[in-house]
C-alpha cells in the first residue's frame, strides 16, 4: 500500500490528504481562462495558493473543458515554457504538476522540472506517454474519460459507471504495472465523458476506486456536477464545491484539485479532525 512517492527528490505523502491548485495558462477555461496577462501574474497567483496551503501545483495549458478547441501541441508548450520555468525557480520545494495528454508536452514538462504528469486520457491519446512516463519515473494521474474534451459530454453510456470505470482502472493499472510504473494517481474523470447521475454515483461510491491501492484525485471544483442541483454557476460554485470535495475526502480522496485553495484546506482540517475523535 502506498504511503508516499519520492518524486524529483521531493516525498509526496498521502499521510494527510493534498491539496492541488489549478493554474489554468488558457484563455478558455471554463472559469478562470484567460486570467493571467503575465508571467508575474501567475507567480503571484501560485505564492497566494502556495501560502493558503496547496502543495502541488496543476499547470494547464490546453483547455480540456466540454468542446474545447484543440491547440496545437508547439502553442501548448509556448504557453507553459516561461510559466513552468518561474514556477520551478521560485518554488524548488514545492509538487509541479502538469496537465497534458501529449507525451511531447509532458517530455518538455518533466525536462523543465515537473514532478507530476496529469493526464486526462489515461494514456490513450498518446501511445507514447506512458514509456515516457516508465523511463523517466515521475509521478503520473491516470485518469478516466470516455471519449475526448470535444465529444465526451454527447450522449456518455455505461453499462454500470461505477463498475465501467473499475474495470478501466484494473486494465490501465495493469499496462502501467507491466511498464513498471508505480507512482500512480487514480482519478475518476468527474465531469468527463459522465452525466450529473454518473458524477453522483462515482462519488458516493468512490470506495471501489480507493479499494485498487492507488491514491485517488478527485476534480470538482466549480464544475457542472455542482451547478446542476444548485442551479449555481462557475462563478457562484464555491460553496457547493466546498461541500462535495468534503465529500470525497470522506470517501476516501487522498487529494482534491480545486480552483480555491484556502476553502480546500480549511474542509481538509476539518474532515482530519472530525476523523480523528472516538
Avoid: W
Avoid at 520545494?93 to 511531447?104: G, K, Q
Avoid at 462519488?203 to 491514491?215: C, I, N, R, T
Amino acid at each position: 500500500m502506498y504511503e508516499s512517492y519520492l518524486t524529483n527528490g521531493k516525498q509526496l505523502s498521502f499521510e494527510k490528504a493534498q491539496v492541488m491548485a489549478v493554474i489554468n495558462l488558457t484563455p478558455d477555461s471554463f472559469y478562470d481562462g484567460g486570467k493571467f496577462s503575465s508571467t508575474a501574474d501567475v507567480l503571484k497567483d501560485a505564492e497566494m495558493k502556495v501560502n493558503e496551503g496547496a502543495t502541488i501545483l496543476d499547470l494547464g495549458a490546453a483547455s480540456s473543458r466540454p468542446g474545447a478547441a484543440v491547440v496545437s501541441e508547439e502553442e501548448e508548450i509556448a504557453r507553459l515554457k516561461e510559466p513552468l520555468r518561474e514556477l520551478r525557480h521560485a518554488f524548488p520545494h514545492v509538487f509541479i504538476s502538469v496537465d497534458t495528454y501529449r507525451a511531447p508536452v509532458a517530455e518538455f514538462a518533466i525536462q523543465s522540472g515537473a514532478d507530476i504528469i496529469n493526464d486526462i486520457s489515461g494514456g490513450l491519446l498518446d501511445k507514447d506517454m506512458l514509456p515516457l512516463i516508465a523511463a523517466n519515473q515521475v509521478a503520473y494521474v491516470l485518469m478516466h474519460m470516455q471519449g475526448t474534451p470535444q465529444t465526451m459530454q454527447q450522449h456518455p453510456h455505461y453499462t454500470e459507471v461505477v463498475t465501467d470505470v473499475v474495470a478501466f482502472f484494473q486494465e490501465r493499472i495493469a499496462v502501467c504495472e507491466r511498464l513498471g510504473i508505480s507512482k500512480l494517481i487514480l482519478d475518476p474523470g468527474f465531469g468527463f465523458g459522465k452525466t450529473q447521475l454518473h458524477n453522483y454515483q462515482l462519488l458516493k461510491h468512490l470506495d471501489a476506486v480507493v479499494a485498487l491501492g492507488y491514491p485517488v484525485l478527485s476534480g470538482i471544483s466549480r464544475k457542472a456536477m455542482v451547478n446542476s442541483v444548485l442551479h449555481t454557476s462557475p462563478v457562484t460554485a464555491l460553496n457547493g464545491t466546498t461541500v462535495l470535495n468534503t465529500l470525497a475526502l470522506h470517501n476516501g480522496s487522498k487529494l482534491i484539485r480545486v480552483h480555491d485553495v484556502r476553502e480546500a484546506r480549511q474542509a481538509v482540517e476539518i474532515l482530519a479532525y472530525y476523523q480523528s475523535v472516538n
